[in-house]
């Protein structure tokens, strides 16, 4: 009886992502509130939570104080949720609730009004979940912080009575009283969110935070989350990180020189960083291994923010990779977009989009040095954290490329942001001078999991391809020691 | 739908004068009751009579507070004369309500 906690029954929103922080869901026939700014999607969440509930089986009424009946629908419509088909199927009823501020008022009064509506409209559809959005709206007419106190608590008692798992919503300014008019609510709910919106480096950002919950464990970071196309979306990055795949055997890099300097090829299922100068061959590489791949009828993803498909696909003919073979058996998607065009978070759920309905097996990102143009410095940090953490738990080979400005003296964090300690293997380029002309050498500077050459090795990029003069061949010709003990993990 | 209501008015059999008010309870709460008791007194001290109450439990009848959307109760709605008001409240504030209902000054 004592000692050991019993968990409390939740349902989970299906909100991608939250139910993972809300360790399974919100409260049953509890009271969750959802309060933040304007535009930080508190109507949203609501409204999600209630259409995927009455999809699965839950049916809902969903109250709105502040927009019009119709303005809800379109906007449902907008996230791809049929809330006038719902309402005909009987699994949802939408309830107008909004006074014109044209009533007089004239001694004491209480929201049993409403409140008859919505169990009215409960009993019809037999709801199991209800939203309030804007609850703050209707709670103005009373003008009275103590009489809003005893209506919430009349509402409350109310759900709670009725068994009702709800989610209310309520505006939360920063400034003004609103704050501290509403604490109360935090006291009274089982489970609170947050929401916030802000604008960080010009560009807007999204965090949920949630504040408690009542007889549960949470997550208790803020996470960022975006409005995407299908509702919301959440990225708990503590929770993807625990989950990182081994890496697994090894996967040819598509160049027999390189292979021979990596002992085989790349580990599959690792992160791999190339880095140099403007010029030096990344995207080739890239490309290489992304054409041998597609020739072993594995899927590749392209995330290309330097330049367009057509562009890319144009200069690599030129240095000799063909990529058109691969385009045509669909098993090389590319992705551009200018990092400029949206928000990290907003990159993130495209990429993170593509991965889920394409399903690589290895995915090429170029290039990171171009991601800080998504707004700071931290946002790009952010995203390339939660791409490839994802990336890990799910075993896709991950290729980054970097440029890198200036000349390598040793010790560079070769990723410009602190990113270096989630790579397993950095591959080095750079320009020499060779008297009358300038030659490219490559150097693998850390491959976890595999020997590797110790050596930096000439290469050409002729219209025929890559080139190693050297002639390099499995085993034989690995130059250097690798050290045997670099292998496991 | 009338395009004369004045002449209909006009024609009304004794409707000139005749208040219509429709009050919307919940239960038999003490508002509710307070709402009821005072819409009584002030008819019979203001109107003389000259009026109708109806009342409606939003608990029985929820449908009937969704087509005038009642969202708090006792809430009062003057039917006719027109313009319709609504008076939310249990009409403690009589100089208020006459006000709403467009008596004060006719009557005193």
Known sequence: MHGKRRPIPKVPTQIAGLDEVLEGGVPRGRTTLASGGPGSGKTVLGMEFLCRGAMAGEPGVFVTFEERAEAVRTNALSMGWDLAGLEKAGKVAVVEARLNGEEVLSGDFDIRGILAIVEGHAKRIRAKRVVMDALDVLLRVYGDPQRERNELYRLHDWLTDRKLTNVLSVKAQLDGNMAYRYEFLDFMADCVIRLDHRVVGQVATRRLRVIKYRGSGFGTNEYPYVIGGHGIVLFPLTQAELTHQPLGPKVPSGLAGLDAMLDGGFRSAACILIAGTSGTGKTTLACAFARTACRRKEKVLYLNFEESQEAMIAGMLSAGIDLRPALRTQRLMVQTALPEAMGSDNHLVRALEAIDSFKPAHLILDAISACVRMGSEQAAFDYLMRLVAVVKERGITCILTNQITGLLSGGEELSGIGFSSVVDAVIHLRFVDAGQEIGRQILIVKARGSGHSNRRESFYITDQGINFPNNLRLPSARAGQANPKDGGK | ?108
């Open chain 2, 1 to 108: 739908m009338s395009k004369s209501p004045k002449a209909k008015n006009r024609a009304g059999k004794g409707q000139r004068g005749h208040y219509l008010l429709r009050l919307f309870m919940a239960g038999h709460g003490q508002n509710s009751q307070k709402a009821l008791a005072n819409l009584r007194s002030l008819c019979q001290e203001h109107l003389n009579g000259r009026c109708t109450i109806e009342t409606v439990d939003v608990v029985k009848d929820f449908q009937a507070a969704v087509r005038d959307n009642i969202l708090v109760t006792p809430a009062l709605i003057l039917v006719a004369p027109r313009p319709r008001v609504m008076v939310l409240g249990n009409l403690s504030d009589v100089p208020k309500v006459l006000a709403a209902l467009r008596l004060s000054g006719s009557e005193s």
